[in-house]
């Protein structure tokens, strides 16, 4: 190998690295996109709201507080206050609630919308995504809730009720407010 050879070698890589230089700007990202989360909402829709909602019961969040209580106080020794026999307790367990669950809604796909035919789509398009693996047959069965739950959850709405936004994010639904 020639000498000038073995010192071009690190100079080669150098000038390519100064090739992926942009010039002191750095290239950004874009912002992600919305995700199904900001679309919850918790108000409740108008009773003239065009389109369909869904509710999403928020579980009851409880607390557990436990202490004790004396049931048996100590005995003593009359002459040298000795301890003869200790303190019973009971231990006593309450519930309390610390937040009841409000409801959140989302704009949801009606149920007239809800044909056999876009059932069938809609499971087709969840099992291209390897979320479903029954057949396409129409039925809004628990498999395909579980499905539209599992698509739907990394977006930050976890319900099986298939919301437009979803719809609209598999090509399945056009909607113009």
């Given at each position: 190998m ?8 690190p100079l ?17 990202r874009p912002p992600?996109g ?5 679309e ?10 065009k ?10 969040q409880?607390?557990?507080v ?6 048996i ?5 009359a002459?040298t206050?000795?301890i ?30 809800l ?11 969840l099992a291209a995504?390897?979320?479903?693996h029954g ?10 809730g579980?499905?539209i ?8 709405l976890?319900?099986?009720t ?6 609209q ?7 113009t407010?």
């Amino acid at each position: 190998m020639h000498p000038g050879c073995a010192a071009a070698g690190p100079l080669l890589a150098l000038a390519l690295l100064a090739g992926c230089q942009t010039g002191g700007t750095d290239l950004q990202r874009p912002p992600p996109g919305p995700t199904l989360a900001s679309e919850v909402s918790t108000q409740r829709p108008a009773t003239d709201a065009k389109g369909c909602y869904a509710e999403l019961k928020a579980p009851a969040q409880v607390e557990t507080v436990t202490h004790q209580v004396q049931v048996i106080p100590e005995q003593r020794d009359a002459k040298t206050g000795a301890i003869t026999q200790p303190a019973i307790y009971r231990e006593m367990s309450a519930q309390r609630m610390i937040d009841a669950g409000k409801p959140r809604y989302f704009r949801a796909m009606c149920t007239a919308d809800l044909t056999p035919s876009f059932v069938a789509m809609l499971q087709r398009a969840l099992a291209a995504r390897n979320l479903y693996h029954g057949r396409a047959d129409g039925t809004l069965d628990p498999a395909t809730g579980t499905a539209i739950r599992a698509y739907q959850a990394p977006r930050g709405l976890d319900s099986a009720t298939l919301s437009l936004r979803a719809a609209q994010e598999m090509g399945l639904y056009i909607y113009t407010p």
